[in-house]
């Protein structure tokens, strides 16, 4: 909770304001009642501090003041809420760009998107309904105790337990007996998103293995599962209130009786017991407010623990930043070891990767290929040996210096629901749309784009499904040629490409070759023909790996 509250500090102004206007509102409300008392005095014929008619006026003020005072803090609530989650949401996906790609290979994609949404979304309660209720509880509590003990310091007193029990212990047992129900729940609500979105990228297998029963079965097994937990947290608010009215109303019948205790020992008169008793009846709203909190705030710090889990997670490789800025001058890599846990994937590996070379990486499935790859891109950290570009180790060259040095042509290219266009652009902002077109004829993928309806302004759909593996590839390599980076790590460029484009990519390839180091990945012979040397990782490895 303090890491939360701590997040506030941007918005620290505002959030004074907002508890100033709760604390002055609740004390309006609270006091309508309390000189409704003193009217009563006054038609009985006692002496009051105040006139029939100073009352009249100041319960209308109060009144209207209560109505104006309580929406301004809650828009002043809500707008430090949706503030500070657009700050949550903005540090969070500087800490996940942070963990890319090592501590994010394999993670579970679905949890990841419910804690960028549902559960950054769940912090809003805490934001807007939990740290300024708390203060102005904290001062109402302070001011209705000095004002009720006023007429007797036990009454005073009396005044404080029934606050600290609404306001403190009711919720610290609540949230004690509501156990781990909050994090059960959040990462249930994780693992069905997971589920969701799992199985409608494995649609149509589904649809072809007649396994759309079976899906929708434990679909709903995971549901039920789900609202099930959920019940038991409802059921836990609903006992919470229960037994917050059900102590209140106790309270309020013990200031009744001590102060009535006290008026027959002629300690007090008889304002001495109308007042406190109708103040403390009264001014239960802050406290309940808090002890309302005490079920729902389980769910709301779990979703807070696994925000945080991210912000505070580790990165594999840090972000390198204040070195001189170098030129890419040929790249080696000097007696590398590199593991995965306890699986070995490369031992000593050497190599050279001369400027303006093209070098070819052969080897089975698994030998550690792509591992090489992405040691170069500085992905994972070298745990033995060294990765040196322009005999620099990568891990002394700034981050952003190094990506511009390189590009990365995975096996398979992401594309993201927009145009072809920005889909190209990402790998240079900007680039002309002359540079764009003159990429994609390098990739051999001009003509198809220029045939579709809308050209480069065709959108491709969610993860580019609208289209073919080798279209997708062939922008994967349009990208590429864009960046113009020296250093071209290219991992199965043409694996899924037919003879012919395959033949214009390599002759685009060989031409690029001046002024640059190509490295290409590849199991096919023909691809291989432009290399001017070629590797075998198990060659070069004491031990070949698993994993690629």
Not at 164 to 176: D, E, F, H, M, Y
Not at 423 to 449: G, P, Q, Y
Request: overall charge negative.
């Amino acid at each position: 909770m303090l890491q939360l509250v701590g997040l506030v500090k941007p918005l620290a102004g505002f959030m004074v304001l907002a508890v100033f206007m709760g604390l002055v509102g609740h004390l309006c409300a609270a006091f309508i009642t309390i000189f409704g008392g003193y009217a009563v005095l006054d038609l009985l014929g006692m002496e009051t501090p105040f006139s029939l008619q100073v009352i009249f006026i100041s319960v209308c003020v109060f009144a209207l003041l209560r109505g104006f005072l309580r929406y301004a803090e809650q828009a002043c609530n809500h707008y430090i809420a949706f503030k500070l989650l657009a700050l949550i949401r903005d540090k969070v996906f500087g800490a996940l760009r942070k963990l890319c790609p090592a501590k994010l290979e394999g993670r579970d994609k679905g949890n990841l998107i419910s804690v960028i949404t549902s559960d950054i979304e769940l912090l809003e309660v805490f934001y807007a309904h939990t740290i300024s209720p708390a203060a102005i509880a904290f001062f109402f509590t302070v001011i209705m105790c000095l004002f009720i003990g006023s007429f007797h310091w036990g009454l005073g007193v009396l005044a404080l337990v029934a606050y600290l029990v609404v306001g403190i212990v009711i919720p610290l047992v609540t949230s004690k007996l509501s156990g781990d129900d909050g994090i059960r729940f959040r990462t249930k609500s994780g693992e069905l998103s997971s589920f969701v979105l799992d199985s409608l990228r494995g649609l149509s297998e589904t649809l072809q293995y007649g396994q759309g029963e079976k899906r929708l079965r434990e679909m709903n097994e995971r549901t039920d599962a789900l609202a099930k937990d959920e019940e038991r947290m409802k059921r836990t608010s609903g006992r919470n209130m229960a037994v917050t009215n059900t102590v209140i109303l106790f309270f309020d019948l013990a200031m009744l009786f001590a102060s009535a205790a006290l008026y027959q020992a002629g300690t007090v008169d008889f304002s001495g017991v109308l007042i406190p008793t109708v103040a403390l009846m009264s001014s239960f709203g802050p406290c309940v407010a808090l002890a309302n909190l005490g079920s729902t705030l389980q769910n709301t710090f779990a979703a807070g623990n696994r925000v945080l889990d991210i912000l505070e997670e580790t990165p594999v490789v840090a972000e390198i930043t204040g070195k001189q800025e170098i030129a890419f001058q040929g790249a080696a890599a000097e007696n590398v070891t590199f593991s995965y846990g306890d699986e070995t994937i490369l031992t000593d590996v050497s190599l050279e990767l001369p400027e303006n070379a093209v070098i070819g990486i052969a080897g089975k499935s698994g030998s550690g290929k792509s591992t090489l790859l992405k040691l170069f891109m500085r992905f994972w950290e070298v745990q033995k040996g060294s990765v040196k570009i322009s005999d620099t180790a990568v891990g002394e060259i700034n981050t952003a210096n190094l990506r511009e040095m390189e590009s990365f042509v995975t096996q398979e290219t992401h594309l993201f629901c927009d145009s072809i266009r920005n889909n190209l652009r990402i790998a240079r902002l900007d680039a002309t749309d002359e540079e764009i077109e003159e990429a994609c004829k390098k990739a051999s993928v001009h003509d198809f784009i220029m045939s579709l309806p809308k050209g480069y302004d065709t959108a491709v759909g969610e993860l580019g499904d609208t289209l073919s593996g080798g279209e997708r590839q062939r922008l994967g390599l349009a990208r590429a040629f864009l960046h113009n980076a020296p250093f071209l790590l290219l991992d199965e460029p043409t694996s899924n490409l037919d003879s012919l484009n395959e033949a214009v990519i390599l002759k685009s390839l060989h031409r690029e070759r001046s002024g640059k180091t190509v490295v290409l990945v590849s199991h096919r012979p023909s691809t291989m023909r432009i290399a001017d040397k070629v590797y075998s990782v198990e060659s070069l490895s004491k031990t070949g790996g698993r994993r690629s």
